[in-house]
Structures are given as C-alpha cells and as structure tokens.
C-alpha cells in the first residue's frame, strides 16, 4: 500500500512539472515496472513546441501525429501553425520562432551549402516520396497534346515528355513571347524536377551565377517563384503558363477546370524524396531527447498513413481549415491512390503520396546528394566541388542517427517490427528510375553531373564548364 501512494505522489509531480513547463524545461520520465509504457523513459527538455508548415498535403505527418496523439504520447505538447511561403517558414525557424518545420528537402541543403541564408540545419525525418505534378494552362494542353501519343483508349501515354511541350515554347518565341513558368521556391524540389523534365527534351530551363541569383540565364523556359496556394489563381490570370508543385494544387487546377497535369515527380523520378521535417542543429544539441521524441511521433503518423483504411480519415483531417483546409474532394484525388489528369482521366496512382513505405522517413544521404549536385548542375553552388566534398556536406545536415535511435525505441515499445528498419550505410544503390533512364549513383556525384548535355560540367582538373 505504501509503494502505491509513492507511485502516485510521483506521478503527480510529474504531471505538475510537465504543466509548468513554461518555466522549467525538464519533464520527470516515470519508471512503471508493473507494464510496459506506451512511451520511452526519455527525459524531455522542451515538452512545449511550436512548428511549422505550408498547406500542402505532404505536410501530414504533422498533422496526424498531433490529432492522433502520437506527440503527447511522447509528453510533447505540440502547436501546428501554418505559414505564408517556404522563405518564411526557413527564417522562422533559424530565427528560432518556430523549433522545427516540415520543409523543402533542399531547404537545410542549401543553408549548409552557402546559397541563401546560411545557418546549420538539419533533419532527422524524411516526411515522404513523390506528391509532386506538373500542370500546364488548357490553352498550353491543346497545343501539346497533338504531340502526345495515345493508347487504344484514346487517352495519352503517361509518362509525357516534355518534347510535346517544345514546339509550343517555339511557338511562343516566334510570337515574341516568353514561356513562362512557377515553381515554388529556388531550392524546391520543384524548381529541380521541372529543370530535369524540361532539360531531358533539350529545353534549357536557365542558369544560376554567382551575380545572378534569378536562375534564368540562358533559359528557353522562364521559372519564377509562386507560393503553392496561389499557383492556381496565377495560372488562371495567365502570368504564367504552367507549375510544379505539390497538391492538392495540381488537382485544384482540373477541379476548377483552368489546366491538366502533364505528369508527377513519380515520373521523373520514381519514389523521389519530397519534404523533411528540420531543426536546427543548436536545438538538438541543447534538447537532444526532445528532438528524438519528436522523431518517434513523426515515424508513427508516417506508418499510420501508409496503413491500409487510414487515407480517408486523413483526408478529413487535413481538409480542416487549420491544416490544409483544401476541400475533401479534391484532396481525396490524390491522398487516395488516384491522380487525375485532364477532367475524366482518373488513374490508379497508389504509390503518389508515399508516407512510410520503400523506407519513406529514413533520411537517406543519397538522397540529399542529388539535390546538391541538382544546385550544381544549375550554377546555385557556383564551384566546383571535390567528390568527397559532397558526402562530408550531407552528413552535417542528413541525421540517420537521431532516426534510428527514435526507431529503435519505437521498436522497444512494440510500435514498429526490427524488420522494418532498414540495413543501409545511408546510400540507396545506383537506380535509373528517372525520366531519360539516366543512372544516379550518389557515391559518384561528380560523374553524374557530367553525365548531363545542360548544365554546369566540371572536368578533370576541376574547372567548371557550362554547356
């Protein structure tokens, strides 16, 4: 009896201590020998967080970790707030308004790489593959589509090229006009798909300088920065033709009837690594048990996502106004494993949004390679860098460590099977699952970038040549 009442009494403290954690910063972890507790023995620093995110439906993770009780499970009590564009959501968190966000995979990249605001950022949770389309104006479509080849069905062939879109940027020229075309942010993953679908059919997508930070030397295409929500309203007002960006976005575009997807990231670049979840490096330092809790709770809403039955429950969760807020039929055409293309051409597209599963949340450093040999490529890393140069800068940012300590925990405590990690020295093979079959090879990042008719080319002695 007298073991009990100490039980209790501890367990009050605890309780008291977390709900005071506005002045102190350290929760009491409670040992309880009788049953296994449904969260780890962690002690965390910073139980109260705030983070960050753009209304996207990639941003789930978050959002089901906080609705479904992931985070408190944790003893983390968490705050999701939107935020304007990825510019802002980068200062904020540098600035340590915000103590993480989901984020550009090229965002923490391009900090630690020197384009852009600079400041040590990393992730430690990859949030998921692929959720990215292309979509073009119906004016562009009825030019392209002549060039399309179709099924029997009378449909067209997917994956489409951007050669269909040539003579239409020809056609525009001879007009006087520039083509012009949105991404959402210079270091996106759209900015770098849209150049890579653009540059596999010869079309040069621009250039970036030291000097010249718009990206547009020498383009055939002119990209310029539009945030996700307003993509379709731009489009509409025709101050652009076309945009790569994540849905519901694209989809919102053949709901309204003002364009057609041409085609995803899953075709450019299958199972691509999209958004990630980053910190700043000074806040896992200081709050090392907090960040890994964090982690837990982000795995667990990726594995719930991916379960069989759950999209439709999360559809109705991020078409809440303070998520997405995007309505539930035009979420539930992609976050259900269908993307349409033009209105009526609906297809099975499962693995589209990918949360957990091909080992979605491990932040491989092969994948954060790509993204610096894409600034590469494109001039936004303005020299020449050494092979090893590469792997040594994404180890700075890329956290597997934090990662599978998180999964390791997880795998204590019954939430996920040893089986499910994956056995990785942080580099996924070679693959050719791009576009134009070339082959990525993220041990031989130099090689690939010379791999490449348009782009910035580095030859032996280490002189960057521009083709």
């Known amino acids: 009896m007298k073991k009990l009442h100490v039980n209790i009494m501890m367990l009050a403290v605890a309780m008291f201590m977390v709900a005071c954690g506005g002045k102190k910063e350290k929760s009491i972890a409670v040992s309880d020998t009788s049953e296994k507790e449904t969260s780890s023995e962690l002690l965390i620093e910073k139980p109260q967080l705030t983070f960050g995110f753009i209304k996207l439906t990639d941003m789930a993770p978050l959002a089901i970790a906080k609705e479904k009780g992931f985070f408190e499970d944790e003893g983390l009590f968490v705050s999701v707030e939107a935020q304007s564009n990825w510019k802002n959501v980068l200062d904020r968190v540098i600035d340590g308004q915000l103590d993480g966000s989901h984020m550009l995979a090229g965002q923490p990249i391009a900090a630690g790489a020197g384009f852009g605001r600079q400041a040590e950022l990393v992730t430690p949770f990859s949030m998921d593959l692929n959720g990215n389309g292309i979509t073009v104006s119906n004016d562009v479509w009825s030019k392209m589509k002549p060039n399309v080849p179709v099924g029997e069905d009378g449909k067209p062939i997917h994956p489409i090229s951007a050669e269909a879109l040539k003579p239409v940027i020809d056609g525009y020229k001879n007009d006087g006009k520039p083509f012009k075309m949105g991404m959402v942010f210079p270091v996106s993953t759209h900015n770098y798909e849209i150049r890579y679908w653009l540059a596999a059919a010869g079309i040069h997508p621009g250039m970036y300088s030291k000097d010249n930070i718009q990206g547009q030397i020498d383009a055939d295409v002119l990209l310029s920065v539009t945030p996700p929500p307003q993509m379709p309203a731009t489009l509409e007002a025709g101050t652009i033709y076309g945009y790569c960006v994540g849905e519901p976005w694209n989809q919102q575009a053949v709901f309204k009837g003002i364009g057609v997807p041409v085609t995803t990231n899953y075709d450019i670049w299958k199972n691509n690594p999209e958004k990630v979840f980053v910190m700043t490096k000074k806040f896992i330092e200081k709050y090392p048990n907090t960040a890994v809790a964090v982690t837990k709770a982000l795995i667990r809403a990726g594995k719930w996502l991916d379960a069989p039955g759950n999209r439709k429950e999360a559809v109705k969760i991020l078409s809440m106004p303070e998520y997405v807020g995007a309505d539930e039929v035009v979420l539930a055409n992609s976050m259900t494993g269908t993307f349409e293309f033009e209105k009526g051409d609906k297809r099975q597209m499962p693995d589209f949004n990918v949360f957990y599963r091909y080992d979605a949340t491990y932040p491989f450093y092969s994948d954060g390679i790509w993204f610096l040999t894409q600034m590469r490529r494109w001039g936004q890393i303005p020299e020449s860098k050494p092979a090893e140069w590469y792997h040594e800068k994404i180890k700075e940012i890329y956290r597997p460590d934090i990662w599978t ?48 008719s348009i782009g910035n080319k580095e030859n032996s002695e280490g002189v960057t040549s521009v083709q």
Do not use: C, M, Q, R
Not at 419 to 447: H, M, N, Q, R, W
């Open 405 to 452: 300590k998180a999964a390791n925990l997880l795998v204590e405590e019954g939430h996920l099977e040893a089986s499910e990690l994956p056995k990785t020295d942080g580099y996924k093979p070679a693959t050719t699952d791009f576009i134009d079959g070339k082959t990525y090879d993220a041990k031989d990042p130099v090689g690939y970038i010379n791999s490449f």
